[in-house]
């Protein structure tokens, strides 16, 4: 079992579409948790870190569910601009090996 | 303010050939890390440096050296290159703890070996 998967994706969705992904984690120990997001050919930016059992960002909210090993993005009132890939990221208490799941790729449609 | 620096940006090399990959960053992070990034792997992380003058193996250490110059810089070389070190390489430093949490990455480095 890989330490961190993600659905790969593509999610196609139209523009204004609510859209939700999750990442599910092996080590119960994680303490940090993270959403990046990569544009294509780009590094990777921080969108959210997750410390407690969530965190809300304007359209974007994180969820953390310990008890079953998950965290979820959702994304509301998507816009063409949210197209990219989304990377779920781990870091086990007392590393410094941040752990990136493959990514999920989303395309919003016009 | 320039972050992570990454050089160069686009690298082909010959069986065999060694190279340096450069970065450097100005945020004054004690921790800096190499990833390397293939399609349907994601970023996999090479070696880090927790902090200056200590280095250790990350996830796929296997064909490649580093060095923390200082607390700036972090290089990463391949000695004898080969083809299945074809990859996107990102070098990255981050801020530690909670509530700013944050890996910081350059803009990365397009690496062909032939």
């Known amino acids: 079992r890989k330490e961190v998967e993600q659905d790969p994706g593509p999610f196609n969705v139209p523009e204004g579409a609510t859209v939700a992904f999750n990442c599910t984690y092996s080590?119960?120990?994680?303490?940090?948790f993270f959403w990046y997001r990569q544009d294509c050919r780009k590094e990777p930016k921080l969108l959210m870190s997750?410390?407690?059992s969530g965190n809300e960002d304007g359209r974007f909210t994180a969820q953390l569910n310990r008890a079953s090993q998950y965290i979820s993005l959702l994304i509301r009132d998507s816009k063409l601009s949210d197209s990219a890939t989304y990377l779920c990221?781990?870091?086990?208490?007392?590393?410094?090996?941040?752990?990136f799941g493959t990514g999920t790729r989303l395309k919003v449609l016009a | 303010n320039a972050g992570v620096t990454q050089t160069p940006k686009f690298q082909v090399l010959k069986t065999g050939q060694s190279m340096t990959l450069q970065c450097a960053q100005d945020?004054?992070?004690?921790?800096m890390y190499w990833y390397r990034q293939d399609p349907g792997m994601g970023l996999r992380l090479i070696y880090y440096?927790?902090?200056?003058?200590?280095?250790d193996k990350g996830e796929v250490p296997n064909g490649y050296n580093v060095s923390r110059l200082n607390k700036r810089e972090f290089s990463l070389r391949l000695e004898s290159a080969a083809p299945s070190q074809t990859s996107v390489y990102f070098c990255?430093?981050?801020?530690?703890?909670?509530?700013?949490?944050?890996?910081?990455f350059g803009s990365g480095t397009q690496l062909s070996v032939l």
């Open positions: 990255a430093s981050s801020v530690p703890g909670p509530p700013n949490e944050k890996l910081f």
């Open positions: 997750v410390y407690s």
């Open positions: 440096s927790a902090s200056e003058g200590t280095t």
């Open positions: 080590n119960s120990a994680s303490q940090s």
């Open positions: 945020m004054n992070h004690n921790s």
């Open positions: 990221v781990v870091n086990p208490a007392g590393t410094y090996k941040y752990i």
